[in-house]
Each structure stands twice: as C-alpha cells, then as structure tokens.
T-cell receptor, first 114, second 112 residues
Framework: AQSVTQLGSHVSVSEGALVLLRCNYS??????LFWYVQYPNQGLQLLLK??????LVKGINGFEAEFKKSETSFHLTKPSAHMSDAAEYFC????????????FGQGTTLQVKP | ETGVTQTPRHLVMGMTNKKSLKCEQHLGHNAMYWYKQSAKKPLELMFVYSLEERVENNSVPSRFSPECPNSSHLFLHLHTLQPEDSALYLC???????????FGDGTRLSIL
C-alpha cells in the first residue's frame, strides 16, 4: 500500500531564503507523485507532478521537486521565498488501483518572515 | 469562471437536518471526487466517480450519500450528521482517474 510522510508540520524561512519541504513516500509500484498548495479559505492547487518522465520536475511559482528513487523522496524546493508563498503544502502519491485515488501527507505549513 | 465550483461555501446544520453539498466542474473532466479535510488529519478520500459511475467508496458512513447525475455535477447528500463530521469538504475533478486533480474551494460544514 502507498503512503506519504511529510517531515515537519511547520517550516519557517526568511523572505529570500531557500525553501525545502520534505516528502518521503512508500509505494510497491512506480509512483505518480504530486505537490499541492492550499492558501487560506481555498481548495488545493496543483504545483507540480512526477509521472515517470524527468526526475527533476518544475512547477508553478518557481517551485521544483526532484524524484529520488533510492531515497524514496520527492522534496519540494524554491531558491528564494516570497511572502506570498506562505501556505500549506501537501505531498501526495497516486494509488496504484484503477481509481487512481490520491493519498496525502499530513501537510506542511510554510511561514515566510519578512 | 473557476474550474470547479462548490456551493454553499459555508453550512451550519443541526444533527437532525438534511442538506446537500453541490459541486460543478467546467473542465470537461470525466472523474469527480469528494474529500474530507479535518484539522490535523490528512485529507481523506470519500468517493470517486468515473463516467458517472461510483468506483470508490472509502468506508464512508451511510449518513453521507453521493450522487453524480452527469459528468459535470456531483452532490453530497447529508442527513443525521454527527459533530465529528464538521470539516471542510472538498470536491475535485480530473480528466480521467490517475490524472492531476483540480479542486474547488470547499464547503466549510459545522454540525451543531
């Protein structure tokens, strides 16, 4: 069965600093992996996805993630944080069944300090 | 016009009431989903519909009843809910299952 672990429920960075949000997955089959962002009072917005093509995936708003099979990781990074990046971030793995349901991590709240 | 629209945005109801949540997608997708988002818990998938057929029922209590009359609309009928059902209910759609999902802004449900 698939599972996702996000290390750190809260991450705080200064504006302009590197953002690193950690995600490790468990999957018995090659996974599809996703990062979503949720701003207050809104639904989830897709940041990027990995579907077995390039291991370095570029997403929206300057975010990218690297799939590392040996480490079963899919960490999200951004070189320079903006105040507008403050939100909750969710890593998800797609279930191998026909329904393709998403299994989400607990989420990481990113705080950006001026 | 947003891709996935949920109404109402907020709902307060008593435990004996009956209400429905509505989701409409304008993306031409064939799969639709209901999720429950509670504080300090991961998002929980409730139901999946593909081509208007329910393909996943994730052990959801019968007090939640989904309906998918066509590929653009999804409802969640609620009756005799419990206080622990208070949560944000999110609807999503995707072109097919396994494709990235697009989410609505959710309905914030409070059970008195």
């Amino acid at each position: 069965a698939q599972s996702v672990t996000q290390l750190g429920s809260h991450v705080s960075v200064s504006e302009g600093a590197l953002v690193l949000l950690r995600c490790n997955y468990s999957s018995s089959v090659p996974p599809y992996l996703f990062w979503y962002v949720q701003y207050p009072n809104q639904g989830l917005q897709l940041l990027l996805k990995y579907t077995s093509a390039a291991t370095l995936v570029k997403g929206i708003n300057g975010f990218e993630a690297e799939f590392k099979k040996s480490e079963t990781s899919f960490h999200l990074t951004k070189p320079s944080a903006h105040m507008s990046d403050a939100a909750e971030y969710f890593c998800a793995v797609s279930d191998a069944s026909n329904t393709g349901k998403l299994i989400f991590g607990q989420g990481t709240t990113l705080q950006v300090k001026p | 016009e947003t891709g996935v629209t949920q109404t109402p945005r907020h709902l307060v109801m008593g435990m004996t009431n009956k209400k429905s949540l509505k989701c409409e997608q304008h993306l031409g997708h064939n799969a639709m989903y209901w999720y429950k988002q509670s504080a300090k818990k991961p998002l929980e998938l409730m139901f999946v519909y593909s081509l208007e057929e329910r393909v996943e029922n994730n052990s959801v209590p019968s007090r939640f009843s989904p309906e998918c009359p066509n590929s653009s609309h999804l409802f969640l009928h609620l009756h005799t809910l419990q206080p622990e059902d208070s949560a944000l209910y999110l609807c999503a759609s995707s072109q097919t299952t396994h494709q990235p999902q697009h989410f609505g802004d959710g309905t914030r449900l409070s059970i008195l």
